[in-house]
Protein backbone atom coordinates (compact mmCIF):
# COMPACT_ATOMS: atom_id res chain seq x y z
CA UNK A 1 0.00 0.00 0.00
CA UNK A 2 1.38 3.36 -1.07
CA UNK A 3 1.90 6.08 1.41
CA UNK A 4 -0.90 7.86 -0.22
CA UNK A 5 -3.57 5.31 0.21
CA UNK A 6 -2.31 4.76 3.73
CA UNK A 7 -3.29 8.35 4.20
CA UNK A 8 -6.61 8.05 2.97
CA UNK A 9 -7.49 4.88 4.94
CA UNK A 10 -6.40 6.66 8.05
CA UNK A 11 -8.33 9.95 6.97
CA UNK A 12 -11.60 7.43 6.66
CA UNK A 13 -10.81 5.92 10.17
CA UNK A 14 -10.68 9.04 11.96
CA UNK A 15 -13.77 10.25 10.24
CA UNK A 16 -15.46 7.78 11.54
CA UNK A 17 -14.23 7.12 15.22
CA UNK A 18 -15.93 7.78 18.28
CA UNK A 19 -14.33 9.03 20.88
CA UNK A 20 -15.62 7.14 24.06
CA UNK A 21 -16.02 9.22 27.34
CA UNK A 22 -16.78 7.59 30.62
CA UNK A 23 -18.59 4.53 30.84
CA UNK A 24 -19.84 3.97 27.52
CA UNK A 25 -21.17 7.75 26.97
CA UNK A 26 -19.25 8.74 23.20
CA UNK A 27 -19.71 11.82 21.08
CA UNK A 28 -18.85 11.79 17.10
CA UNK A 29 -17.78 14.41 15.10
CA UNK A 30 -19.15 14.20 11.45
CA UNK A 31 -15.84 16.26 10.28
CA UNK A 32 -12.69 16.46 12.54
CA UNK A 33 -11.34 19.42 10.38
CA UNK A 34 -13.15 22.20 8.69
CA UNK A 35 -12.30 24.54 6.28
CA UNK A 36 -14.82 27.91 6.30
CA UNK A 37 -14.63 31.40 4.49
CA UNK A 38 -14.04 34.50 6.36
CA UNK A 39 -17.58 36.48 7.35
CA UNK A 40 -19.60 33.23 6.22
CA UNK A 41 -21.65 30.83 8.62
CA UNK A 42 -20.34 27.53 9.53
CA UNK A 43 -22.20 24.28 11.28
CA UNK A 44 -20.50 21.84 13.66
CA UNK A 45 -22.50 18.63 14.34
CA UNK A 46 -22.12 15.76 16.18
CA UNK A 47 -23.77 12.04 17.50
CA UNK A 48 -23.89 11.57 20.88
CA UNK A 49 -25.05 8.19 22.74
CA UNK A 50 -25.31 7.48 26.09
CA UNK A 51 -26.13 4.80 28.91
CA UNK A 52 -30.16 4.21 29.09
CA UNK A 53 -29.72 5.61 32.81
CA UNK A 54 -28.08 8.64 31.33
CA UNK A 55 -30.67 11.42 31.56
CA UNK A 56 -29.00 14.77 29.93
CA UNK A 57 -29.15 18.01 31.93
CA UNK A 58 -27.86 20.10 30.03
CA UNK A 59 -25.47 20.58 26.73
CA UNK A 60 -22.54 23.33 25.61
CA UNK A 61 -20.01 23.68 23.26
CA UNK A 62 -16.23 25.04 24.67
CA UNK A 63 -13.11 25.46 23.33
CA UNK A 64 -11.03 22.25 24.21
CA UNK A 65 -7.54 23.79 24.93
CA UNK A 66 -9.57 25.52 28.03
CA UNK A 67 -9.45 23.89 31.02
CA UNK A 68 -12.38 25.59 32.96
CA UNK A 69 -14.70 24.19 30.11
CA UNK A 70 -16.21 27.35 29.28
CA UNK A 71 -19.18 27.58 27.81
CA UNK A 72 -18.43 29.32 24.10
CA UNK A 73 -22.00 31.74 24.49
CA UNK A 74 -20.41 32.94 27.60
CA UNK A 75 -16.89 33.91 26.08
CA UNK A 76 -16.91 37.58 24.64
CA UNK A 77 -15.58 36.66 21.54
CA UNK A 78 -18.52 34.74 20.42
CA UNK A 79 -21.31 36.05 22.59
CA UNK A 80 -24.12 36.84 19.99
CA UNK A 81 -23.03 35.11 16.58
CA UNK A 82 -23.32 31.12 18.46
CA UNK A 83 -26.40 28.81 18.59
CA UNK A 84 -26.93 25.70 20.31
CA UNK A 85 -29.09 22.79 18.61
CA UNK A 86 -29.45 19.39 19.71
CA UNK A 87 -32.19 16.65 19.47
CA UNK A 88 -32.59 13.09 18.51
CA UNK A 89 -28.84 12.16 19.60
CA UNK A 90 -27.21 14.94 17.39
CA UNK A 91 -26.14 18.12 19.06
CA UNK A 92 -25.06 20.94 16.22
CA UNK A 93 -22.72 24.92 17.04
CA UNK A 94 -23.45 27.23 14.47
CA UNK A 95 -20.93 30.67 14.43
CA UNK A 96 -22.14 32.85 12.29
CA UNK A 97 -20.14 35.69 10.79
CA UNK A 98 -16.36 33.68 11.01
CA UNK A 99 -13.43 35.67 11.86
CA UNK A 100 -9.83 34.65 11.61
CA UNK A 101 -9.32 34.68 15.14
CA UNK A 102 -12.19 32.00 15.18
CA UNK A 103 -9.84 29.22 13.82
CA UNK A 104 -9.44 27.23 16.63
CA UNK A 105 -10.66 23.50 18.24
CA UNK A 106 -14.23 23.25 19.54
CA UNK A 107 -15.28 20.17 21.53
CA UNK A 108 -18.98 19.03 22.95
CA UNK A 109 -19.59 19.08 26.76
CA UNK A 110 -22.93 17.83 28.88
CA UNK A 111 -23.64 16.64 31.84
CA UNK A 112 -25.88 14.34 33.56
CA UNK A 113 -28.33 14.08 36.47
CA UNK A 114 -27.65 10.67 37.31
CA UNK A 115 -24.20 11.53 38.58
CA UNK A 116 -23.08 15.04 37.40
CA UNK A 117 -20.18 14.53 35.50
CA UNK A 118 -18.60 16.23 33.11
CA UNK A 119 -18.44 14.20 29.60
CA UNK A 120 -16.69 15.43 26.06
CA UNK A 121 -15.64 14.40 22.66
CA UNK A 122 -11.62 14.49 22.92
CA UNK A 123 -10.12 15.60 20.31
CA UNK A 124 -12.83 17.90 19.34
CA UNK A 125 -13.35 19.88 15.71
CA UNK A 126 -10.76 22.32 14.01
CA UNK A 127 -12.04 25.18 12.78
CA UNK A 128 -9.79 27.29 10.17
CA UNK A 129 -10.99 30.21 8.78
CA UNK A 130 -9.77 31.44 5.86
CA UNK A 131 -10.04 34.53 3.23
CA UNK A 132 -10.98 34.03 -0.44
CA UNK A 133 -7.84 34.97 -2.73
CA UNK A 134 -7.77 35.45 -6.42
CA UNK A 135 -4.62 33.92 -7.72
CA UNK A 136 -3.66 35.34 -11.41
CA UNK A 137 -1.32 32.47 -13.12
CA UNK A 138 -0.80 33.94 -16.13
CA UNK A 139 -1.81 37.28 -18.67
CA UNK A 140 -3.41 36.31 -22.09
CA UNK A 141 -1.37 35.84 -25.26
CA UNK A 142 -2.13 34.97 -29.14
CA UNK A 143 -1.98 31.63 -27.71
CA UNK A 144 -2.61 30.80 -24.18
CA UNK A 145 -5.39 32.17 -22.13
CA UNK A 146 -5.14 34.23 -18.65
CA UNK A 147 -5.42 31.71 -16.40
CA UNK A 148 -6.75 32.29 -12.68
CA UNK A 149 -7.59 30.75 -9.33
CA UNK A 150 -9.97 31.11 -6.44
CA UNK A 151 -7.55 29.62 -3.80
CA UNK A 152 -8.39 29.48 -0.13
CA UNK A 153 -5.81 28.62 2.65
CA UNK A 154 -7.52 24.97 3.78
CA UNK A 155 -8.95 22.15 2.33
CA UNK A 156 -13.28 23.00 1.30
CA UNK A 157 -16.11 20.23 1.94
CA UNK A 158 -16.54 18.08 -0.98
CA UNK A 159 -20.07 19.40 -1.49
CA UNK A 160 -18.90 22.84 -1.47
CA UNK A 161 -18.03 24.24 -5.51
CA UNK A 162 -16.55 26.95 -6.64
CA UNK A 163 -18.63 30.16 -8.28
CA UNK A 164 -16.85 32.79 -10.35
CA UNK A 165 -18.55 36.34 -10.81
CA UNK A 166 -17.77 39.07 -13.53
CA UNK A 167 -19.20 42.43 -12.80
CA UNK A 168 -21.50 41.03 -10.76
CA UNK A 169 -22.91 38.02 -12.84
CA UNK A 170 -22.35 34.52 -12.57
CA UNK A 171 -20.15 32.69 -14.97
CA UNK A 172 -18.56 29.88 -14.11
CA UNK A 173 -18.77 27.27 -11.96
CA UNK A 174 -14.79 25.37 -11.59
CA UNK A 175 -11.83 26.81 -9.46
CA UNK A 176 -9.81 27.85 -11.86
CA UNK A 177 -11.40 30.50 -14.73
CA UNK A 178 -9.67 30.60 -18.21
CA UNK A 179 -10.57 34.03 -20.05
CA UNK A 180 -9.30 34.54 -24.02
CA UNK A 181 -9.22 37.94 -23.93
CA UNK A 182 -9.28 40.69 -21.11
CA UNK A 183 -11.86 43.80 -21.05
CA UNK A 184 -10.30 46.69 -18.92
CA UNK A 185 -14.39 47.27 -17.95
CA UNK A 186 -14.40 43.92 -16.19
CA UNK A 187 -13.95 42.80 -12.58
CA UNK A 188 -13.95 39.25 -11.50
CA UNK A 189 -14.18 37.93 -8.17
CA UNK A 190 -15.25 34.52 -6.99
CA UNK A 191 -17.39 32.53 -3.77
CA UNK A 192 -17.77 29.24 -2.67
CA UNK A 193 -21.27 27.85 -2.22
CA UNK A 194 -22.95 28.75 0.83
CA UNK A 195 -21.19 31.46 1.71
CA UNK A 196 -23.13 34.69 0.37
CA UNK A 197 -19.51 36.89 0.42
CA UNK A 198 -17.02 36.63 -2.28
CA UNK A 199 -13.32 37.55 -2.57
CA UNK A 200 -11.69 40.90 -3.55
CA UNK A 201 -12.08 42.16 -7.07
CA UNK A 202 -9.35 41.64 -9.58
CA UNK A 203 -9.09 44.23 -12.36
CA UNK A 204 -6.94 45.85 -14.99
CA UNK A 205 -5.39 48.98 -14.12
CA UNK A 206 -7.19 52.40 -14.27
CA UNK A 207 -6.02 54.94 -15.90
CA UNK A 208 -3.01 56.50 -13.79
CA UNK A 209 -2.90 59.74 -11.64
CA UNK A 210 0.09 61.94 -12.29
CA UNK A 211 1.39 64.61 -9.94
CA UNK A 212 3.76 67.13 -9.45
CA UNK A 213 5.42 67.80 -6.11
CA UNK A 214 7.68 70.90 -6.77
CA UNK A 215 6.65 74.07 -7.88
CA UNK A 216 4.41 74.84 -11.04
CA UNK A 217 6.97 77.45 -11.95
CA UNK A 218 10.48 75.92 -13.00
CA UNK A 219 13.48 77.21 -13.93
CA UNK A 220 16.33 75.87 -15.61
CA UNK A 221 18.08 73.26 -13.48
CA UNK A 222 15.27 72.58 -10.58
CA UNK A 223 14.52 69.32 -9.62
CA UNK A 224 11.24 68.21 -10.24
CA UNK A 225 9.47 64.80 -8.66
CA UNK A 226 6.70 63.03 -10.42
CA UNK A 227 4.23 60.87 -8.89
CA UNK A 228 2.30 58.20 -10.63
CA UNK A 229 -0.69 55.56 -8.72
CA UNK A 230 -3.39 53.60 -10.44
CA UNK A 231 -6.23 51.75 -8.78
CA UNK A 232 -5.46 48.24 -9.63
CA UNK A 233 -5.48 44.41 -8.50
CA UNK A 234 -3.80 43.08 -8.46
CA UNK A 235 -1.51 45.72 -7.64
CA UNK A 236 0.09 47.60 -10.87
CA UNK A 237 4.20 47.64 -11.66
CA UNK A 238 5.32 51.04 -13.02
CA UNK A 239 7.53 51.84 -15.68
CA UNK A 240 8.29 55.54 -17.17
CA UNK A 241 9.13 57.29 -20.54
CA UNK A 242 10.42 60.90 -21.28
CA UNK A 243 9.07 61.42 -24.79
CA UNK A 244 9.79 58.07 -26.84
CA UNK A 245 12.95 57.48 -24.70
CA UNK A 246 12.34 54.53 -22.76
CA UNK A 247 13.53 55.22 -18.95
CA UNK A 248 15.22 52.47 -16.71
CA UNK A 249 12.63 53.73 -13.87
CA UNK A 250 10.16 51.19 -12.53
CA UNK A 251 9.08 52.89 -9.30
CA UNK A 252 6.10 54.88 -8.49
CA UNK A 253 7.85 58.60 -7.75
CA UNK A 254 10.18 59.73 -10.70
CA UNK A 255 12.65 62.86 -10.13
CA UNK A 256 13.85 64.71 -12.55
CA UNK A 257 17.38 66.35 -11.77
CA UNK A 258 17.85 69.16 -13.88
CA UNK A 259 15.39 70.41 -16.51
CA UNK A 260 16.27 71.62 -19.21
CA UNK A 261 13.98 71.58 -22.08
CA UNK A 262 11.21 74.47 -22.36
CA UNK A 263 8.63 71.43 -22.30
CA UNK A 264 8.56 67.88 -22.32
CA UNK A 265 6.22 64.56 -21.85
CA UNK A 266 6.63 62.31 -19.02
CA UNK A 267 4.61 59.40 -19.76
CA UNK A 268 3.65 56.60 -17.06
CA UNK A 269 2.25 53.19 -17.75
CA UNK A 270 0.49 50.97 -15.28
CA UNK A 271 0.60 47.42 -15.56
CA UNK A 272 -0.39 44.18 -13.74
CA UNK A 273 -1.59 40.86 -15.16
CA UNK A 274 -5.03 41.69 -16.74
CA UNK A 275 -3.60 44.84 -18.63
CA UNK A 276 -2.03 48.44 -18.59
CA UNK A 277 -2.98 51.64 -18.71
CA UNK A 278 -0.65 55.02 -19.64
CA UNK A 279 -1.35 58.55 -18.64
CA UNK A 280 0.85 60.94 -18.84
CA UNK A 281 2.11 64.85 -17.60
CA UNK A 282 4.07 67.80 -19.27
CA UNK A 283 6.79 69.83 -17.63
CA UNK A 284 6.79 73.33 -18.53
CA UNK A 285 10.36 75.29 -17.87
CA UNK A 286 9.89 79.48 -16.99
CA UNK A 287 11.37 81.23 -19.75
CA UNK A 288 14.74 82.90 -18.78
CA UNK A 289 16.02 85.99 -20.75
CA UNK A 290 19.39 85.18 -22.64
CA UNK A 291 21.58 87.72 -23.67
CA UNK A 292 20.82 87.50 -27.47
CA UNK A 293 16.82 88.05 -25.93
CA UNK A 294 18.28 91.53 -24.06
CA UNK A 295 19.79 92.75 -26.76
CA UNK A 296 16.68 92.59 -29.01
CA UNK A 297 14.23 93.99 -26.43
CA UNK A 298 16.76 97.27 -25.74
CA UNK A 299 16.48 97.66 -29.41
CA UNK A 300 13.17 97.23 -29.38
CA UNK A 301 12.99 99.62 -26.23
CA UNK A 302 15.33 102.15 -28.48
CA UNK A 303 12.86 102.28 -31.13
CA UNK A 304 9.77 102.59 -29.13
CA UNK A 305 11.52 105.91 -27.94
CA UNK A 306 12.52 107.28 -31.41
CA UNK A 307 9.17 106.79 -33.20
CA UNK A 308 7.01 107.83 -30.09
CA UNK A 309 8.80 110.61 -28.36
CA UNK A 310 8.33 113.45 -30.74
CA UNK A 311 4.73 112.87 -31.82
CA UNK A 312 4.61 112.59 -27.60
CA UNK A 313 6.43 116.15 -27.12
CA UNK A 314 4.04 117.82 -29.48
CA UNK A 315 1.03 116.46 -27.57
CA UNK A 316 2.61 117.86 -24.09
CA UNK A 317 3.65 121.30 -25.87
CA UNK A 318 0.43 121.70 -27.45
CA UNK A 319 -1.38 120.80 -23.80
CA UNK A 320 1.06 122.95 -21.92
CA UNK A 321 0.27 126.05 -24.49
CA UNK A 322 -3.95 125.24 -24.14
CA UNK A 323 -3.48 125.50 -20.46
CA UNK A 324 -1.49 128.58 -20.27
CA UNK A 325 -4.04 130.63 -22.56
CA UNK A 326 -6.95 129.20 -20.13
CA UNK A 327 -4.96 130.89 -17.22
CA UNK A 328 -4.85 134.47 -18.61
CA UNK A 329 -6.92 136.94 -16.79
CA UNK A 330 -9.43 139.30 -18.57
CA UNK A 331 -9.70 143.41 -17.60
CA UNK A 332 -12.45 143.81 -15.60
CA UNK A 333 -15.14 146.55 -16.22
CA UNK A 334 -14.87 149.51 -14.01
CA UNK A 335 -18.51 150.39 -12.41
CA UNK A 336 -18.98 153.88 -10.81
CA UNK A 337 -20.74 154.01 -7.57
CA UNK A 338 -22.28 157.05 -6.04
CA UNK A 339 -21.40 157.95 -2.33
CA UNK A 340 -23.41 159.34 -0.11
CA UNK A 341 -22.38 163.09 1.10
CA UNK A 342 -20.18 163.49 3.72
CA UNK A 343 -21.10 165.06 7.59
CA UNK A 344 -18.04 166.09 9.47
CA UNK A 345 -18.22 167.65 12.70
CA UNK A 346 -17.12 171.21 13.41
CA UNK A 347 -14.55 170.17 15.21
CA UNK A 348 -13.01 168.72 12.39
CA UNK A 349 -12.73 172.32 10.85
CA UNK A 350 -11.92 174.08 14.28
CA UNK A 351 -15.21 175.09 14.94
CA UNK A 352 -17.30 175.06 18.07
CA UNK A 353 -18.59 171.22 19.15
CA UNK A 354 -22.11 170.77 17.95
CA UNK A 355 -22.42 172.31 14.60
CA UNK A 356 -22.14 170.61 11.88
CA UNK A 357 -21.88 172.06 8.14
CA UNK A 358 -23.74 172.44 4.81
CA UNK A 359 -22.77 172.77 1.49
CA UNK A 360 -23.13 176.61 0.77
CA UNK A 361 -26.25 176.01 -1.64
CA UNK A 362 -28.19 174.53 1.32
CA UNK A 363 -27.49 176.95 3.88
CA UNK A 364 -27.97 179.73 1.65
CA UNK A 365 -31.45 178.62 1.47
Known sequence: MTSAAAARLLLLLLSLAAVHGQHGRRVTYSHYDICAVKESTVNISCAYKLPSEDTIQRFFWFLSDDERHENLADIPQFSGRVTYGCSDQM???????????DSTEFSLGFTTTNNALFYYGNPGVTLTVTDLQINVMSMPSDIYPCKMSCDVQCQLSSWQSYIWYRNGQKVHDKKTFY?????????YSCSVSGYEGSSPAVYSPRPPTLSQKSSLEISEGDQVTLMCHSDANPPATYSWSKGNQTL???QQELVVWSVQSDS???????????????????????????A???SIMNIVRLALVVFLFPPLLAVILWSRK???????????PVVETSKAPEFQS??????SRGWISFPSSLSSR
Open 91 to 101: CTLTIRNLTES
Open 179 to 187: IQTLNPEYQ
Open 248 to 250: DHY
Open 264 to 290: VEYFCRAMNLLGESTSHIRINKKCSPT
Open 292 to 294: ENI
Open 322 to 332: KLSESCIEKPQ
Open 346 to 351: RDDFGG
